[in-house]
């Protein structure tokens, strides 16, 4: 690419700061902008603060706090080199600096984008952000909703929240158009309609998140606004509690039905248990479907398990579909998911919410979207990205399949590449809201129903947030769109060198070592494990490779040459994927098999860097060297000059148990 | 107090940018800094950006950034003056330059407080941070825990997830010492012992805090951890979730018992319902105590409830005492609730976990501590506030009562006055966090059970937080201590301060208006509504007042001289202090009393600019005049110049309904 300027080159600050002069000039505009704008409000006021004297009180405490913020600037330096070629290990790298300058712009004036009455400017910025982002993965602006979080474990929590208060709505409903003497239509899963009373519990459990929500607004129709409130509060989970809930469902229904389910493959978050837990919905009910080889959630299990859950009458609360997991990165076959759904539908009557966590790969989706807003072509996008034959059809298939999941999550602060903290959540149909919605009694509360509200507080978890954060994501993305011209060649880039270090890895000789290798990734992870025939147990295999990482960690010198991180793949969680990796060595897998139960060490390398794609030196080959060098010096004491094996190594006599 | 410098004036920008040197400066340091770290990490590397060309790309994205940027900051001037003594609206104010400064220098690492991999540093300062507060409570730091959340809602979603788990744990311990063939005796809240076994489910939900985290530990020496750990696990709520655990319970115990209750005054935040519908509670099950008039949870209403309660045998999930209500600033007496619940214990054989929302009050514990860290006496906490008779004993008992809540919340963005985001969560009982515990796979976890943790992601609720936050919040406690030379200084100005507004409020002619006060704030939001004869509705009432808050809101133009917010007190929650209020006007009284279902009203001032004590000029009595004005100007064309009322004002013409 010589001689073609890359837009990446000024996008991030670069890893000898080659950009600094540019964010220093912004961060200096931030300051002398926020002072004009502080003495331009009542600038007829007197100061409350005298002119520093040389030798007072203000002078004593200018020193201790530029003497204490020199040491917290040497204590920093401390931190991990994220924003370097060299780091290759949790998905963490450099930030625009159109988003570094942003915050600190906005930080300086402190919104809370709680409501705009104390963020004017920043509530605006972020409802901007969630339709960017609700274009970007082919939302309808006009029925989706979408707003900033914390992160993605609070943006998920509000996918399962929302998910299940829409998923027991029906019941409520029930309930009220009785108790209020009404009655009302609903659609069921094959799209006929049925009265509501003549429902039972697993046909009200059963009605898709869209026609719940029809029914949510129909009512408001049949009766007054605050008796229709008050009657389907009194009945509704969020009022009653699951204790009283559950009750209520046994009083009327006879049986109250098993708990509902939620599927996720193995690959999910971790923290999709503690949300199932902290729900009360309870971390058994998170049920794993078994992966593919290439880590994403298997289709046919999936309807395997949707069958099994049906004959025994479980409900399922949702299922959890995966762009980008956490380990791996691979993206689910998101458009399959969907298509099972609906045969789930119209086969057997059952239907659930299904959630798309994007928080990793959910940008990728900018790589799909031309500067008009269009979707590229399968071709476009493989010439973008200089293939002929990558990204798969499947691959361009879930991505666009995200338009058709019920909700959303994607962290800006991942492949969006902004500090922290920017999760968002995105929900395809806005009225879901109203069912997890709270009044806060101090803010002013907007009258438009229909319209933006300003009081982003009434709907969301949280409550006072950061109005720097929707001020940096905003920034990012007008400078950076989210097509293939802006956050799609950060993609293109990345996903390149991704590819480029596995294939890197496969090509290697790394004799008398065998490095197995996890299938191409789907986004930026590349996963592999390096075997020798003298690790004879699993707890050998495991240690060998843990020791591969700790080598490679950062230390508080940052000595290691390259930093990855690493993971385990736990049985039978990961079982579709480590049965091919291990059938790699023959025979050999035997000896591991037995011993899955305590899960199998893979190394692990995030390629984030904008760089590493095209960058001199090429950090591929040098972190592909560095494991090499790391484990051929492991090896090294273990085996005698003769080639022969020496028991002294604590690696190789690691005895599996 | 001309002279004597104060230190207030070098701690914050200044309403004029007066400090701006300083914090340019120390920004300034903190670019050179970081780019210096960048260039010292593997220097012999080439550059992968090539040097920038004048007509290149990156020039091109050069220009274009600082245009947009340029707009932002324009954008951004748009923004609510927190900064300014003229701004008394809601809890913001000023930012410390140290957690500005420091905000930013850490922000260019982005490092990530889920884990001390990712945020070596960071993690270190938040648990300094987490001490120091706990520190400030008077909590025993080698028993307690905390760490910094994204704000109060997701840190008082953790109290009551882990006193949720806590309450029924003692549950699932009975049923799996059964299991294993096992007895453990355990301490009851009459503080006798007895035999796990022997207990029904009533006394199951009714074991103190302490003592079911005891039984915890107890059940770890009583058989192998991991037999332990799954079996204790197959028991609790958060594996099994509600459905599933209220049929255990209804299998083994024949009785559920009814939902367990949460009980919080009507001050208690908003949040407290959305938590409850969130966790599966129920709001429902949120129970309001009546207040008395300084709007404190009434004690004596208190132990009515409980008593009532433990007839109809509802369990008490927890107590939710308020310090510094979001409304009034309204501080309760926990000192009393603590001592009610221990009367409850001895009495009823009723327990329950005690959490202080000290979300915004919290800081105040700063004016009670000695820079030795001892507690200040109430006469020196007295001198300090220069005042002979207030903090009272009750005010100064229920803030060290702090010291025994089983949980605390405490918002460092807000009385800390540190941006977004900085909430923080106090454990007094480090163990109760092993039962919200979850482990991410690809972190690495350390060994020791019972030393600090570095994967703060196990116990918390979120994932991925920003480093930068804690740094922002440590630099700023170590310039501006946690105590009456710190933190302390600028609770007593700004308590004076309020106490002034108060005073003046009272003391001016607003004749024929009449102002109305609730009683001398406990902290720093000053409430009053004002009140005029021919206002002869409680809609009326209510509209003149939210006329006077509109008049004294920020627009476009920011054109207000002053700004405050509003509120509304709502019957009967509020009754124990509307009753007081309205009881001023006599006769006229009555007038409002019967439409109350509707709320009243309440001007609302929060005064916490740190310069508002000692200003020139008196932003106070600035205030003051400025709500006679608009009150007035209101008034006007109802009123005919022979003083005569005219029907043609609409607010005088607004109906009761």
Same mark, same amino acid.
């Given at each position: ?30 300051? /002398? ?35 204490? *913020?020199? =040491? ?22 450099? /930030? ?23 963020? %004017? ?40 929240? @929302? ?15 009785? &108790? ?45 606004? %605050? ?15 699951? /204790? ?8 009327? *229904? ?6 509902? +389910? ?43 398990? @949707? ?153 969301? *978890? ?18 950076? %769109? ?25 090509? +290697? ?27 004879? =147990?699993?707890?050998?295999?495991? &240690? ?15 000595? +290691? ?32 098999? =037995? ?42 004491? +273990? @085996? ?5 094996? =020496? ?11």
């Amino acid at each position: 690419m010589a001689g073609s300027p890359n837009p990446l080159h000024s996008w991030f600050l670069g890893p000898q700061g080659e950009n600094g002069p540019l964010l220093r000039e912004l961060v200096e505009s931030a300051l /002398q902008s926020h002072f004009d704008w502080r003495r331009a409000y009542h600038p007829e006021d007197a100061s409350p603060i005298p002119a520093l004297r040389g030798n007072g009180a203000g002078s004593r405490y200018r020193r201790g706090l530029k003497k204490e *913020f020199a =040491s917290l600037l040497g204590e920093l330096h401390g931190s991990v080199p994220f924003f370097h070629g060299r780091y290759n290990g949790h998905m963490l790298s450099e /930030q625009t600096m159109a988003s570094q300058a942003a915050y600190f712009a906005a930080m300086l004036y402190n919104p809370n984008n709680v409501s705009s009455e104390v963020a %004017p400017v920043t509530t605006r910025l972020e409802g901007d952000v969630a339709k960017q982002l609700s274009e970007m993965v082919g939302y309808d602006p006009s029925r989706c909703w979408g707003h900033l979080t914390s992160g993605g474990t609070i943006a998920n929590f509000e996918a399962l929240w @929302i998910a299940r208060n829409v998923l027991y709505h029906p019941v409520a409903a029930r309930l009220a158009t009785r &108790a209020l003497g009404i009655d009302i239509s609903v659609e069921l899963p094959d799209d006929t309609r049925a009265s509501l009373s003549n429902l039972d519990l697993w046909q009200l459990l059963n009605i898709r998140p869209g026609a719940s929500l029809d029914l949510w607004e129909k009512l408001w129709l049949a009766a007054p606004g %605050p008796l229709i409130e008050r009657t389907l509060k009194s009945y509704s989970l969020a009022t009653l509690g699951y /204790q009283d809930y559950s009750r209520q469902l046994a009083a009327e *229904f006879g049986d109250e039905l098993p708990a509902a +389910a939620v599927l996720a493959a193995g690959t999910s978050h971790y923290s999709w248990a503690k949300i199932l837990a902290a729900l009360g919905v309870g971390s058994n009910q998170l049920r794993f479907v078994p992966v593919t080889r290439e880590c994403r959630m298997d289709p046919d299990a999936l309807w395997r398990e @949707i069958e099994s859950l049906t004959r025994k009458r479980i409900p399922i609360m949702a299922c959890v579909s995966t762009c980008g997991s956490t380990e791996e990165g691979a993206v689910d076959d998101l458009h399959t998911l969907l298509e099972i759904r609906a045969r789930a539908e119209w086969e057997l009557g059952v239907t659930f919410h299904i959630h798309s966590d994007a928080c990793y790969g959910g940008y990728a989706a900018a790589l799909t979207r031309a500067p008009d807003g269009s979707r590229h072509s399968a071709a476009q996008v493989r010439e973008i990205i200089g293939s002929s034959d990558w990204p798969s059809d499947q691959w361009l298939d879930s991505i666009a399949a995200l338009a058709k999941a019920d909700s959303i999550s994607i962290d800006p602060h991942k492949m969006g590449y902004v500090p922290y903290p920017a999760g968002a959540f995105l929900l395809k149909d806005r009225r879901g809201r109203e069912l997890v919605a709270t009044d806060p009694p101090y803010l002013a509360i907007a009258s438009d129903r229909e319209g933006e509200q300003p009081v982003i507080g009434r709907f969301i *978890f949280e409550g006072s947030k950061p109005g720097a954060s929707a001020a940096a994501v905003w920034m990012s993305h007008r400078m950076i %769109p989210l097509n293939s011209d802006g956050h799609g060649r950060i993609i293109a880039s990345t996903m390149r060198a991704a590819r480029k270090l596995h294939a890197f890895l496969g090509a +290697a000789d790394f004799s008398p070592l065998r490095v197995l290798r996890l299938p191409e990734p789907d986004l930026t992870i590349v996963c592999f494990l390096l075997h020798h025939p003298l690790l004879t =147990s699993l707890r050998a295999l495991n &240690a060998f490779n843990e020791e591969i990482y700790r080598a490679l960690s950062p230390d508080e010198q940052m000595t +290691a040459p390259y930093i990855i991180t690493r993971t385990k793949l736990t049985a039978p969680a990961y079982d579709g994927a480590i049965e091919p990796l291990l059938s790699q060595l023959g025979d050999d897998a035997g000896l591991y098999r =037995s011993d899955l139960v305590q899960g199998l060490t893979i190394l692990r390398a995030t390629v984030m860097n904008p760089f590493s794609d095209e960058a001199e030196p090429d950090h591929l080959l040098g972190l592909t060297d560095a494991i090499r060098e790391v484990a051929m010096s492991l090896l090294k004491p +273990a @085996i005698a000059p003769d080639g022969v094996y =020496s028991a002294s190594n604590p690696i190789f006599s690691a005895k599996s148990t």
